[in-house]
């Protein structure tokens, strides 16, 4: 449908004959004129609306988003990345880990190759779920990602994303705890969404359990990785109202695995969010909405904030 049709102009009024008598063309010639004036009056005005830099600038000015913890940001400090704003995160590093990939639906062959996680072997990734209605947590973990990536920039931080769109599947979960450990970052989080049944609902944080094992050794990150999990629950509740998980985790929100490969090859402190449960509507309702992925990135960047001592 086309929205932007408008009706026809008026028809412009008729060329003057050039047999009139002389006062009628001087008539036309004034109504001309008058009708000149005010066209060039405003574009005079508009001219110098356009011209004044300063005005506009102020107007356009927008203020800082809001993060909570940063009060020593400057208003007129870029957005843009390359100028990297200072903050209560300034010379740390954090890396976000996008769970799944919407390309890994169409690629089941590369995704279900054997890796080794150091305590065992597994996929080298999965699809990840989707809500009932086809919205993949592949696009939902990338959306909060960047999203948190933005909040993240303005504290401070430097930001690794282990993928952004950028590639046709994966990367395997060993390569995404390699991403973390070569940035050495000083906070990992893996974001995901969970699918299990109707009913179940509500957030979770998944800390890495003690393990040791080929290339799996969690002694020095299990401690830290804690302190980093319970900020990001406590705040991940506070910003989005959601509850701790009813289906797992005593209603702590935070749960202990020592199954996955992400965790497990992890030198640095992580933890994995399951934000809520893709196959309940209600959450699927939160989970789709990009003002609550807002709340939640907000929610994961405030305890990556509190962990690191902003
Ligand atoms: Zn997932």
């Known amino acids: 449908m086309r929205y932007h049709d408008s009706p026809p102009p008026p028809e412009s009024a008729s060329p003057v004959p050039s047999d009139r008598p002389w006062f009628t063309r001087r008539s036309t010639l004034v109504v001309a004129v008058a009708a000149l004036a005010p066209a060039c009056l405003a574009g005079w005005v508009l001219t110098q609306v356009l011209t004044g830099a300063g005005r506009a600038e102020g107007h356009d000015a927008k203020p800082p988003v809001s993060t909570g913890g940063n009060p020593a940001a400057s208003p007129s400090a870029p957005a843009a990345p390359a100028a990297a704003a200072k903050g209560p995160l300034t010379g740390?590093?954090?890396?976000?880990?996008?769970?799944?990939?919407?390309?890994?639906?169409?690629?089941?062959?590369?995704?279900?190759?054997?890796?080794?996680?150091?305590?065992?072997?597994?996929e080298?990734?999965?699809?990840?779920?989707?809500?009932?209605?086809?919205?993949?947590?592949?696009?939902?973990?990338?959306?909060?990602?960047?999203?948190?990536?933005?909040?993240?920039?303005?504290?401070?931080?430097?930001?690794?994303?282990?993928?952004?769109?950028?590639?046709?599947?994966?990367?395997?979960?060993?390569?995404?705890?390699?991403?973390?450990n070569e940035a050495k970052a000083d906070a990992v989080v893996s974001v995901h969404a969970d699918g299990v049944s109707a009913g179940s609902r509500g957030y979770h944080v998944?800390?890495?359990?003690?393990?040791?094992?080929?290339?799996?050794?969690?002694?020095?990150?299990?401690?830290?990785?804690?302190?980093?999990?319970?900020?990001?629950?406590?705040?991940?509740?506070?910003?989005?109202?959601?509850?701790?998980?009813?289906?797992?985790?005593?209603?702590?929100?935070?749960?202990?695995?020592?199954?996955?490969?992400?965790?497990?090859?992890?030198?640095?402190?992580?933890?994995?969010?399951?934000?809520?449960?893709?196959?309940?509507?209600?959450?699927a309702a939160q989970l789709t909405s990009p003002e609550w992925r807002q709340k939640a990135a907000q929610g994961i960047a405030d305890g990556v904030v509190g962990f690191l001592g902003g």
């Not at 999990?229 to 506070?238: D, H, S, V, Y």
């Open 206 to 283: 998944i800390l890495p359990a003690k393990v040791k094992g080929g290339a799996a050794d969690t002694a020095a990150i299990v401690e830290p990785s804690r302190r980093l999990g319970e900020r990001i629950a406590g705040n991940f509740a506070r910003t989005t109202r959601s509850a701790p998980a009813n289906y797992l985790g005593s209603g702590t929100g935070l749960v202990v695995r020592d199954d996955l490969g992400g965790l497990n090859l992890s030198t640095q402190p992580k933890v994995f969010i399951e934000c809520g449960n893709m196959r309940d509507a209600k959450d």
């Open 124 to 180: 080298c990734d999965t699809t990840g779920t989707t809500t009932n209605s086809g919205y993949m947590e592949a696009e939902f973990t990338l959306d909060v990602s960047l999203r948190l990536r933005t909040v993240l920039e303005a504290q401070g931080a430097k930001v690794v994303l282990t993928h952004e769109a950028d590639r046709p599947w994966g990367p395997c979960i060993n390569e995404r705890a390699r991403i973390g």
């Open 92 to 122: 740390r590093t954090v890396v976000i880990d996008p769970g799944h990939n919407t390309g890994n639906f169409q690629h089941t062959d590369e995704i279900d190759q054997q890796v080794d996680i150091g305590t065992a072997r597994k």
